[in-house]
């Protein structure tokens, strides 16, 4: 079993900036792709990034590109997402997910940390 923990997020001006951290305990997180998603309200679940397990391979959203950025480190069972440029827009629940390489699907969520963006 994987637990996923958030942290980090809050209330900021747009314009500013945010690191989200998520932190996974259980075995295996070097294994795992790992992936930001965000909902925000009436709205459906997206993703906003991912990661492959060793780092060396990131994938965005068009509206996050250029704005944010993914990172790990396994070695603390650690995930970030830093958001530069922050807009209202970007205002949701934003959440880490964890998929084991052999799915083809996010297998493990966390909470969810609410951004909320004013302009």
């Known amino acids: 079993q994987v637990q996923l923990v958030e942290s980090g997020g809050g209330l900021v001006q747009a314009g500013g900036s945010l690191r989200l951290s998520c932190v996974a305990s259980?075995?295996?997180?070097?294994?795992?792709?790992m992936g930001w998603f965000r909902q925000a309200p009436g709205k459906e679940r997206e993703v906003v990034a991912a990661?492959?397990?060793?780092?060396?391979?990131?994938t965005y959203a068009d509206s996050v590109k250029g704005r944010c950025t993914i990172s790990r480190d396994n070695a603390k069972n650690t995930v970030y997402l830093q958001m530069n440029s922050l807009k209202p827009e970007d205002t949701a629940v934003y959440y880490c997910?964890?998929?084991?390489?052999?799915?083809?699907?996010?297998?493990?969520w966390g909470q969810g940390t609410q951004v909320t963006v004013s302009s």
């Open positions: 997910a964890a998929r084991p390489g052999y799915l083809a699907s996010y297998q493990y």
């Open positions: 259980g075995r295996a997180f070097s294994s795992f792709l």
């Open positions: 990661i492959s397990w060793s780092g060396d391979s990131t």
